[in-house]
């Protein structure tokens, strides 16, 4: 949606991934039993650099190096044979645990 005008009119279009971070959360209980082994985990807001807001985990071994603006990077993780899920990570770092 639009958070301007609240249009519901919307394309599809590829995202080079890159954002910067709006604000985030510690999750302690999981929203899915999937995600239950990895709590407590970030799920952070991301700016993309499209202009549009989204929301994923993150991969950060340690919260307190999270700022707002901090440059991060999408990429995906395989959690099982027919699922994989996207996360962030800090743009420039390696992925933290596969
Ligand atoms: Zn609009």
Do not use: K
């Not at 949606?1 to 249009?7: L, R």
């Not at 995202?15 to 910067?20: D, E, I, N, P, V």
């Not at 993309?48 to 807001?53: Q, S």
Request: some cysteine; hydrophobic content about 45%.
């Amino acid at each position: 949606m639009c958070d301007t005008c609240f249009s519901l009119e919307n394309e599809w279009f590829t995202a080079s991934g890159l954002g910067r971070v709006h604000s985030w959360t510690v999750c302690h209980h999981a929203f899915h039993r999937g995600f239950a082994s990895l709590a407590p985990y970030v799920l952070l807001t991301v700016d993309l650099a499209e202009g549009v807001r989204m929301v994923a985990p993150m991969v950060v071994p340690d919260a307190c190096r999270l700022a707002i603006g901090l440059p991060v990077i999408l990429d995906y993780q395989d959690r099982h044979d027919d699922i994989t899920v996207p996360r962030f990570r800090i743009h420039g770092e390696d992925d933290a645990d596969g």
